[in-house]
């Protein structure tokens, strides 16, 4: 999952399938034929609660069966939605943050496992932007709007600590070869192009956007967790993999300076989770209304009327409500940074996004619990997984500790400490 590396506490362990490379060295083609541009905001808004209602009746059996969204995402490329940051200069709609944090809320208020899927796809197209050079820009910003999509190779498993990153890209004659094994690794096995977080020369960071099916590179469908099930976030593996020198990018210059690396990756997973407290919440109130019995000592025919059930709904819609003012602020305060870029609008931005992601986080976990608690005993049964929507809070808040962003938001707000530029804020 993403951001400059991402940390889920639970170990794949069951490997499903995989995808053994092949002899080709670039995609050829978009996984299903020529993907439409969107134009602007309020085209990507429309286009996104299109997909989000078209996605939502089958998210349930999805996760259920652990049936990937193959086909999902293939229209959701074809949408053209992915290119949505793609900048203008290039022919993209370059929408503002506000407008993708809205995207990928929409998405995940109907799927939250199909919404998390592109997010490293967002993030890549964010490093191609901040250190990617024009002819590498020039070259992934048309395959991004061919439909092609980027995964992402980040994580590392056994290693000391999050950051501590061991996969290799060491120089040869004509490029470089990367050596190394990724986790967690959310969108490779449905990807074009794996983005992979490596360490180069001077242990300096580079990120080597490599062809999925190039030789070399195996992608393990092994992900186990208990919720954002089709996800797919398992194994790449690389060994000795040969990528060109035009295919890195030296992504360590990105923390040399102010950035918003870190602020864009955390506001989509904060949509991520406000989309599901939504998802949990909606699917709860119409289960109370068509299927809930009221309680006999409430005096009312319908489970709907019961105070003490109003009461409680209310309770959960001004979470709910909070935590999506909470996005939009957050959003709002990434594009006043994109506009002017400072050490001060940066640090604003990252806190903002912090208090967002710490809040959604909690508001998410705790709708998806209470929607038994407003349901009902019928609520719990296994066949109506409705279960879902608190396994795929509680798997996706463990992303990274929100503990550390209270933290944050404590030293920024009582001593003008400004957040660290480590990529994870």
Known sequence: MATTAPTESTDPTAPTDSIAPTDSTAPTAPPSGAAHVIADDAEALTVAAELADAFRPGAAERDARRRLPRGELDRLSASGLLGITVPRAHGGAEVSAATLAEVVRLLATADPSLAQIPQSHFVYINVLRAQ?????????????????????????????????????????????????????????????????????????????????????????????????????????????????????????????????????????HTAIDTGIARGALTEAAEFVRTQSRPWFESGFGTAAEDPLLVQRFGELELRVRAAHALLEAAA??????????????????????????????????????????????????????????????????????????????????????????????
């Open 132 to 268: 990617g050079s024009s002819r590498q820009r020039e070259f992934f910003f048309r395959e991004v709007l061919a439909g092609r999509r980027f995964g992402n190779a980040q994580s590392e498993a056994g290693t000391r600590h999050v950051q501590d990153i061991r996969t290799r890209l060491e120089p040869t004659e004509d490029g470089y070869v990367l050596t190394g094994i990724k986790h967690y690794s959310t969108g490779a096995l449905f990807a074009d192009w794996i983005p992979v977080l490596a360490r180069g020369a001077g242990d300096k960071l580079h990120v080597a956007y490599v062809p999925r099916d190039a030789p070399g590179v195996t992608v393990v469908d092994d992900w186990d967790g208990m919720g954002q099930r089709t996800t797919a976030s398992g194994t790449v593996r690389l060994a000795a993999v040969a990528v060109p020198a035009d295919r890195v990018v030296p992504h360590h210059l990105t923390f040399e300076g102010p950035h918003l690396h870190g602020a864009v990756a955390q506001l989509l």
């Open 332 to 425: 709002r305060a990434v594009d006043t940074a994109t506009a002017h870029l400072t050490d001060d609008t940066a640090a604003e931005a990252s806190v903002a996004v912090a208090a967002a992601k710490a809040y959604a986080g909690e508001t998410a976990v705790e709708t998806g619990s209470a929607l038994f608690e407003v349901a009902g005993t019928r609520a719990a049964l296994d066949g109506l997984n409705l279960h879902r929507h608190w396994r795929d809070a509680r798997t996706h808040t463990l992303h990274d500790p929100a503990r550390w962003k209270v933290q944050h938001l404590g030293r920024y707000v009582l001593n003008g400490t400004r957040p660290p530029r480590h990529g994870l804020l």
